[in-house]
C-alpha cells in the first residue's frame, strides 16, 4: 500500500499571502489573528477576513488551521474566550496552541475544533507528550 503524501502546509499572514499559498498549490495554510498572536508585529486576519478566508481555502479544498499560540497572561484569558467563540462558528479545521490553559480553554469553548500543539510549546519529553494527549 503506498504512503499517503504529506500535507503541504503554508503559512498565510495577509490575505495576499493566503492567495498566494493556495494558488501554488497548499493543501493547508496556518494564519492568526490582528491580536493574541506570538508574533508581536504581524498583519494577521481580522474575524471578517478570517471567515473569507475559510470560504476561499475550503473552496479551493484546503484546510485551515487558526494559530492562536500566544503565551497567556492573566489579562490575556478574556480575549482568548472570545476568540475561540469565534473561531468555533467559522470553523476553522484546527487550532493552533502553545498554552496549556488554553488548550483547556478550547476543549471547553470549542470542543469540536481539533487541537495542533504549536512547536512554541516545546514539548520534548514523553511527560510532556502525555500531557498534551
Do not use: C
Not at 499517503?4 to 503559512?11: D, G, K, T, V
Not at 493552533?96 to 500543539?117: F, Q
Amino acid at each position: 500500500m503506498p504512503k499517503p503524501l504529506p500535507e503541504l502546509l503554508a503559512p498565510a499572514g495577509n490575505p495576499d499571502k493566503l492567495a498566494t499559498a493556495l494558488a501554488y498549490g497548499a493543501d493547508a495554510v496556518y494564519l492568526g489573528g490582528r491580536a493574541l498572536s506570538l508574533r508581536a508585529k504581524t498583519e494577521g486576519f481580522s474575524f471578517p477576513e478570517l471567515r473569507s478566508a475559510v470560504e476561499l481555502a475550503h473552496g479551493k479544498g484546503a484546510k485551515v488551521y487558526f494559530a492562536l499560540n500566544l503565551l497567556a497572561r492573566e489579562e490575556h484569558l478574556a480575549g482568548v474566550e472570545a476568540y475561540l467563540e469565534e473561531l468555533a462558528d467559522i470553523a476553522v479545521d484546527g487550532v493552533i496552541i502553545a498554552d496549556p490553559g488554553i488548550a483547556a480553554m478550547a476543549r471547553r469553548r470549542a470542543p469540536h475544533i481539533p487541537i495542533h500543539i504549536s512547536t512554541q510549546a516545546n514539548t520534548s519529553n514523553s511527560a510532556a507528550a502525555a500531557f498534551w494527549r
